[in-house]
């Protein structure tokens, strides 16, 4: 069985410029995550997903934003992208809202220059 | 504020000794825990889970204790290795469905 899988892998990108991560979560799982790590740092949450709606999102400004599809793929879009924007993107998926272990991508690693 | 956090940012050991990493949590309406190990350059991977109804769960070298009184668990490894070198994070859902992150302490296992 597949794991949840993100691309690109690495992304760089001009200040301004806007950034589209994906994410394909594991088969069967319909909650969709996305979190930002900071070099050095914890995980901090940014958009959940779940049955092709958004459920919640962490304190991050509007341009930070995204979408899930019918086949509970997902989408992360940051616009007008600054310096700080610059930080490993994770992806994780989960079967039951949360209540089950969620299981993580790779990451895609967002350099902003 | 409610939080989940890390005792020790780092903690170092020898290979074959045991390691504790401990988290504490501040909502005791928090019932279900993970502990996340993420190499350098990778996902967080899962470890282990406990959930509110449980006080202690093991796994293959790994053991967690939930202490709901004091709101604290901890990560056991036993006979630590150098491949468990990793960030350790613990992750706590509060019944909101997303899992919420600790810092993360850093184990380093020395040969």
């Known amino acids: 069985e597949a794991g949840v899988t993100q691309s690109p892998t690495h992304l760089i990108k001009t200040r301004g410029q806007q950034a589209t991560l994906r994410c394909s979560p594991i088969?069967?799982?319909?909650?969709v995550y996305w979190y930002q790590q900071a070099l050095g740092l914890g995980l901090q949450f940014l958009l959940w997903?779940?049955?092709?709606?958004?459920?919640n999102r962490g304190n991050f400004p509007p341009r930070f934003s995204g979408r899930q599809f019918p086949n509970y793929s997902s989408e992360l879009n940051v616009n007008a992208l600054e310096l700080e924007d610059s930080a490993l993107y994770l992806c994780?998926?989960?079967?039951?809202?949360?209540?089950?272990?969620?299981?993580f991508g790779q990451g895609t690693r967002l350099t902003v220059v | 504020g409610e939080s989940v956090g890390l005792h020790l940012p780092t903690l170092s050991v020898q290979e074959g000794d045991n390691s504790i990493i401990n988290c504490a949590y501040s909502?005791?309406?928090?019932?279900?825990f993970i502990w996340y190990k993420q190499e350098s350059g990778k996902g967080p991977q899962f470890i282990i889970d406990?959930?509110?109804?449980?006080d202690k769960r093991q796994g293959q070298r790994v053991t967690v204790l939930l202490n709901k009184t004091v709101k604290h668990l901890s990560l056991q490894i036993a006979a630590t290795q150098p491949g468990d070198s990793a960030v350790y994070f613990c992750?706590?859902?509060?019944?909101?469905?997303?899992?919420?992150f600790g810092r993360g302490t850093s184990l380093i296992v020395h040969p």
């Open positions: 994780a998926s989960s079967r039951d809202r949360g209540q089950d272990e969620a299981f």
């Open positions: 088969s069967g799982h319909t909650s």
């Open positions: 997903y779940d049955e092709g709606e958004e459920r």
């Open positions: 909502n005791s309406a928090s019932d279900y």
């Open positions: 406990i959930r509110s109804n449980m």
């Open positions: 992750a706590e859902n509060r019944g909101s469905y997303i899992p919420t």
